[in-house]
């Protein structure tokens, strides 16, 4: 079975700061890899995604995350975050044998100070 | 764009009773899903139904759980006689297709058993 760790529960940072949320996982086989995001109130939402090809996705927003198959990562990054990007982002896996049963990580809360 | 709805949003019920969770998911979507997050855990996976069938289900998905399309439109969740550790956040979503496909989340029901 898979799992996934998301290592910051909690991320405060300041307008125009980077980020970099880590999401590591685990499991054997050929995974496809999530970051969903949840503003306050809202439903998860789809920010990007990998299944194939080139291992660093550009999603919405400005967002991108880089697969490197190695570790075990996806972690998402933002060069320069908005106060808008205060939210829960959600890293997610399924296993390609599996149809598209996600297991998630415990997900980081972000908050940006304006 | 298209979205997956829920209600209610909030369901407040007294240990033992029975609730329905309802699901409208996108309309060309054949893939349907229900994830809960209890508080302060990871968003778990539940069930997946495809065809009038499930597909698969975790182990938290025991007898007092059941899934239906009862018509062309909705999907519901029905717990039996409800726990107090049944309280939690109830996610549906649904998908086009059902390997490599994105799942779409409605905002989902906080089910509160007292």
């Known amino acids: 079975a898979q799992s996934v760790s998301q290592h910051n529960h909690h991320v405060i940072l300041s307008e125009a700061a980077s980020l970099e949320l880590g999401c590591n996982y685990s499991?054997?086989?050929?995974?496809?890899l999530f970051w969903y995001v949840q503003y306050p109130g809202q439903h998860l939402q789809l920010l990007l995604k990998?299944?194939?090809?080139?291992?660093l996705v550009k999603g919405i927003k400005g967002f991108e995350a880089e697969f490197i198959k190695s570790k075990f990562s996806f972690n998402l990054r933002k060069p320069s975050v908005q106060w808008s990007d205060t939210a829960e982002y959600f890293c997610a896996v399924n296993a390609q044998d599996a149809g598209n049963m996600l297991t998630f990580g415990g997900g980081t809360r972000l908050m940006v100070k304006p | 764009e298209p979205e997956v709805t829920q209600t209610p949003s909030h369901q407040v019920t007294q240990m033992g009773q029975e609730v329905i969770l309802r699901c409208v998911p996108i309309?060309?979507?054949?893939?349907f899903y229900w994830y809960r997050q209890i508080l302060g855990q990871k968003v778990e996976f539940l069930v997946s139904f495809y065809n009038n069938e499930i597909s698969e289900k975790s182990e938290i998905f025991d007898d007092q759980f059941s899934v239906e399309r009862p018509d062309g439109s909705n999907f519901t969740l029905k717990i039996r006689s409800t726990k107090l550790e049944d309280s939690a956040m109830y996610f549906c979503?649904?998908?086009?297709?059902?390997?490599?496909?994105?799942?779409?989340f409605g905002n989902g029901t906080r089910l509160t058993v007292t």
């Open positions: 499991y054997g086989g050929t995974v496809n």
């Open positions: 309309s060309n979507h054949l893939y």
């Open positions: 990998y299944f194939s090809g080139d291992p």
């Open positions: 979503a649904s998908s086009e297709l059902v390997v490599n496909s994105p799942l779409h």
